[in-house]
């Protein structure tokens, strides 16, 4: 069966520091995976895929099929990116169409 | 443009009770997603409906049902409510595909006493 696995509640960190969320998942097919945030007080919301590509608020994350993993990073942590962040697997198991399965979510608390 | 609306936001129920929730994705957006969210099991799939037919359900048990209109709204329905079903209820819409960015609702948050 297909699972997402975030191994860490609670990632604390200093500002400025570096940061990696770590996201392993089980899935035999070609995965579609994404990162979702939600801040406080805030609806979730998409942060990044992996088929984008792109930098978004300074974060990056890197598909490793041979390792299962699409971990989350940013170099310099900002007070700002203090939030819940979740790791998701799409893809063919669902027919193609949209099921998301989450991680269990890692909370990033970032320190003055 | 306005983002998913979800109606009620608050609800408290008594068990065996059902309750009604609705959902109103983005103008455009023809793919509705329904997921579960409590403390321990996290973020749950429930099903996912397209031009008003269920394409895809999750693990749960049948009291949970769902429906979509043709404005691309959709109401989930949980009948004889138990303890357990406590929770909050996302939905998010979609263009349609599996790789399209979903946008969530805020919730409705549900308490069964």
């Known amino acids: 069966a297909q699972r997402v696995t975030q191994p860490e509640k609670l990632l604390s960190v200093f500002k400025g520091a570096p940061v990696e969320l770590k996201c392993n998942y089980s899935?035999?097919?070609?995965?579609?995976l994404f990162w979702y945030v939600q801040y406080s007080r805030q609806r979730l919301q998409l942060l990044l895929r992996?088929?984008s590509r792109e930098s978004i608020k300074g974060f990056t994350a890197d598909l490793n099929k041979g390792e299962t993993s699409f971990h989350l990073k940013k170099p310099f942590a900002q007070e700002e990116d203090s939030a819940m962040y979740y790791c998701?697997?799409?893809?063919?198991?669902?027919?193609?169409?949209?099921?998301?399965?989450f991680g269990a979510g890692t909370r990033l608390a970032v320190h003055p | 443009k306005a983002g998913v609306t979800q109606t009620p936001r608050y609800l408290i129920k008594t068990r065996g009770q059902q309750v009604t929730l609705s959902c109103s994705p983005i103008?455009?957006?023809?793919?509705v997603s329904w997921y579960q969210q409590t403390p321990g099991q996290g973020l749950q799939f429930l099903f996912e409906?397209?031009?008003?037919?269920?394409?895809n359900k999750g693990n749960f048990p049948g009291r949970f049902s769902g429906r979509q209109f043709s404005n691309s709204r959709s109401e989930m329905n949980v009948s004889t409510l138990e303890l357990g079903d406590s929770a909050l209820y996302l939905c998010?819409?979609?263009?349609?595909?599996?790789?399209?960015?979903?946008?969530f609702g805020p919730g409705t948050r549900l308490t069964v006493t």
């Open positions: 998010a819409s979609s263009l349609g595909g599996a790789s399209h960015e979903q946008y």
């Open positions: 899935y035999s097919g070609s995965p579609e």
């Open positions: 992996h088929i």
């Open positions: 998701a697997l799409s893809g063919m198991f669902s027919g193609g169409y949209n099921k998301l399965i």
């Open positions: 103008s455009g957006h023809r793919s």
């Open positions: 409906y397209f031009s008003e037919t269920q394409r």
